[in-house]
């Protein structure tokens, strides 16, 4: 299985960029790259996907490294409502892929 | 669209008592998943069904744990008999694709197994 690491925890800046990093080394090519977002008390939020290329949309980018190994999904403006945990997961064909322990990201004013 | 909806927000049962979680999904979505979500083992698929029928219940930790979908609006995750260890978030999540993107989740519901 593809498994990924991200930073326990991240502090931004409200109004600042969060910059919000993932390894999967063990990616394969037909692998997508996910995030999801949990707000406390809340279901998981889907956030955005990608394979190969660079993503944007109106929650957030997300940059792939050229070799896939690692990616950082960008919230360019983060308000104090971005404060969660934010899950990187690559599919592995199924739906059993674990979502993690994720990144505790705190915007602060 | 309301969203998916689970019902209870909240159960407080006591051990070997019969618990029954319930969850509406989107409509015109196709699949439906249940996850369990605790501390020591973060996010899980305990069983997802496509147009009703159940595809993969692997992730059903035990024989007290089951699921159903009687039509494409409604399923329900019955745990009989309930244990402490049952204890966690629930949620619900439907989607129209079946791929990992844009899975729709409930708000939950937590259970406390005393």
């Known amino acids: 299985d593809a498994k990924t690491t991200q930073p326990t925890s991240m502090d931004c800046a409200e109004g600042r960029a969060a910059n919000l990093p993932c390894n999967h080394s063990t990616i394969s090519g037909n692998e997508y790259v996910y995030w999801y977002r949990q707000i406390h008390s809340q279901g998981p939020q889907y956030i955005i996907h990608g394979l190969k290329n660079n993503e944007t949309n109106e929650m957030a980018s997300l940059i792939i490294t050229e070799d896939r190994k690692s990616s950082t999904l960008i919230l360019p403006h983060a308000t104090l409502r971005d404060t969660a945990v934010y899950y990187c997961i690559v599919d592995t064909g199924g739906f059993k892929t674990i979502f993690g322990a994720g990144t505790r990201l705190f915007v602060k004013a | 669209d309301a969203g998916v909806i689970q019902s209870p927000r909240h159960e407080v049962t006591e051990m070997g008592q019969e618990v029954t979680l319930r969850c509406k999904p989107i409509s015109g979505h196709d699949y439906l998943f249940w996850y369990r979500q605790t501390m020591m083992r973060g996010l899980e698929l305990l069983i997802y069904?496509?147009?009703?029928?159940?595809?993969?219940d692997s992730g059903m930790p035990e024989d007290r744990f089951s699921a159903k979908m009687p039509n494409a609006s409604f399923s329900t995750l019955k745990i009989q008999p309930s244990e402490p260890r049952d204890s966690a978030v629930y949620f619900c999540?439907?989607?129209?694709?079946?791929?990992?993107?844009?899975?729709?989740f409930g708000s939950g519901t937590q259970l406390s197994v005393l």
């Open positions: 999540a439907s989607s129209f694709t079946g791929g990992f993107e844009k899975l729709f």
């Open positions: 069904f496509n147009n009703n029928v159940p595809i993969d």
